[in-house]
């Protein structure tokens, strides 16, 4: 069974950082792209972050470039997003996801929420 769990997420003020970390279990990580969205209140489920499978390029939504980072850990089977320079715009529930072909698995999420 796969499974995807996220962590790291809290408050933090703006200008801030947090580090949110999503583990794989249940998968051969490294077939997956692996990839973060997020969903604020009343919006919807939005592109943040992607790492394909065979590495190489990271790919950001243009909201996050230049204060995000986007790394995985083959060793671990763990996924993280740097966060810095965080902004009330960024408060939402972060998801990690994983996917190879039709298939794809999503995490429970982890809540983030940044105060001004």
């Known amino acids: 069974q796969v499974h995807l769990v996220e962590s790291g997420g809290g408050l933090v003020q703006a200008g801030g950082s947090l580090t949110l970390s999503c583990a794989a279990s249940g998968l051969t990580f490294s077939s997956y792209d692996m990839c973060w969205f997020r969903q604020a209140p009343g919006k919807e489920r939005e592109f943040v972050a992607a790492i394909p499978w065979a590495g190489g390029n990271t790919y950001y939504a243009d909201s996050v470039k230049g204060r995000f980072t986007f790394s995985r850990d083959g060793a671990k089977n763990t996924v993280y997003l740097q966060m810095n320079s965080l902004k009330p715009d960024d408060t939402a529930v972060y998801y990690c996801?994983?996917?190879?072909?039709?298939?794809?698995?999503w995490g429970q999420g982890t809540q983030v929420t940044v105060a001004s």
């Open positions: 996801y994983a996917g190879i072909s039709s298939t794809n698995y």
